[in-house]
């Protein structure tokens, strides 16, 4: 797939495909980042696709297994039997940010740091997550953006919902984060679209970079009463049970763990304020082209042309001149 992007869009950049199982999709930003950085392009797509064939064929529950009794995912939940897996596609688009605001791109969020890394031997076995892993590759993420603890304010979690996983992902965040008194949410997507598996990643990244964006700590679905197992007395964490306003440190970070071990953590920060353009009172060339002799002078005289031009002419003429091809009938106007 990334070499069909890359021959269908017209990208010269590195075009590669990933796989490290559940951590496909976050393991892919953090390698598009890097090729950011290190100059190897100017925009880069990352994303993951998760796809089951044959399709609608369920999975078989077994006590203590990673599937779901009821088919339903409970992130960090007492009633949490497993994971359902699911399907998904997402993508996001990463520039560098001088670049991005230099050329006037809306800006979400911004990336102050990623890490990849494996479990090695050091866990019970090939499929079991490791505590010491998972917070080696937190804390260089951290490391990385050059923040500590005390700055995130929300944990977007791998949360699988399995009696295992959890209480092992918050024990990884404990040796990581420290001692409370809570001062960050712990939430994870998975409540809400089940475990997609390859995408998994990518839509617990998209859900951080949206609620950074909006101040908001959405609710972690299904995940009352939560399990006493995961041992958040007297941790930095609360679950997010009920949506509420982001209150607390703006940084959050984003897990995501593949079985086999490879370990992915970003770091993400709200978007810079950017200055209030001011008006510009000079005339502004409005450029029409089209295919037909009529069709730029219809364009020129119509009520949807003059409310534009009037509101956002600077904005209007730019995208004109830019955002439009060249076709063989022009009309200028100021």
Known sequence: ?????????????PATAVNTACST????????????????????????????????????????????????????????????????VGTVVLRRLRDA????????AVVHGSAVGNDGADKTG??????????????????????????????????????????????????VFGDG???????????NIGHANTAAGIASFIKTVLAVRAGVLPA??????????????????????????????RLAGVSSFGIGGTNAHVVVGPAPERPRAEPDPRPHPIVLSAASPRSPRRRATSPTASTATRRTPPTWAHSLQRGRPGLPYRLAAA
């Open 25 to 88: 999709s976050l393991v892919a930003v953090h390698l598009a980042v890097q090729a950011l950085l290190a100059g190897e392009c100017d925009t880069a797509l990352a994303g993951g696709v998760s796809l089951i064939v044959p399709q609608g064929r369920g999975h078989l529950h077994t006590p203590d297994g990673i599937y779901s009794r009821d088919g339903r995912v409970r992130p960090f939940s007492a009633d949490g039997t497993g994971i359902v897996y699911t399907q998904g």
């Open 126 to 175: 090939f499929t079991a997550p490791s505590v010491q892993g998972q917070a080696r590759v937190v804390a260089e993420a951290l490391a990385i953006a050059g923040t500590g603890p005390r700055e995130v304010g929300y944990v977007e979690a791998h949360g699988t919902g399995t009696h295992l996983g959890d209480p092992i992902e918050v024990a990884a965040l404990r040796r």
């Open 101 to 108: 605001l230099d050329d006037g791109d809306p800006v979400l």
């Open 181 to 191: 008194p809570a001062w960050c949410g712990l939430g994870s997507v998975k409540g």
């Open 220 to 249: 972690s679905l299904h995940a009352a009463p939560v399990n006493e197992l995961l041992g958040l007395d007297g941790s930095p964490f609360d679950v997010v049970t009920r949506t509420r306003a982001w209150d607390g440190p």
């Open 1 to 13: 797939m990334p070499a069909q992007a890359a021959y269908r869009l017209g990208l010269t950049g």
